[in-house]
């Protein structure tokens, strides 16, 4: 739910205060700048709550270094975002990592796993009724900000 009051609550400042600023609407810009500060965001959460989230991918080797270097990947891909030369090539790469990212989600609330505490007492199944469609907004938030309106970047 945070993701969400950042990634809509950055687009309506950042939209504002562009068009303060240029007197133009440049809504793929705000919309870059909403994901990356959902991005560096929800990295923090991968050092903040390292623990939880290697539970999430258990099932694969060295998880604590794998929830690290997402992290890191995560923060690149921010950058990314807002450089006009890589925007397009880095919203098709987060694309394909968000995909990738939902087994580690569907894993982690089949076996209710709660990231923050790094325990047992999460949502379950249900939580899945909310991050499915979640996921699918991130997908179609970067293809529409970055890929699709590329160029209206400049």
Known sequence: ??????????????LLIIKLTTKKFKISQAGRIAMTAMLVFTAIGHFKFAKGMAMMIAFLPSPITIVYITG????????????PKTTSLTGKLLIVFFIMLLPANIY????NINLQTADYSGKGISYLWFRIPLQLLFILWVYYFSIRNQSKIK
């Open 72 to 83: 890191i990947i995560e923060l690149v891909a921010a950058a990314g975002l807002l450089i």
């Open 1 to 14: 739910m945070k993701t969400l009051i950042i990634l809509f609550g950055v687009f309506a400042s950042a």
């Open 108 to 111: 982690a609330a089949c076996h």
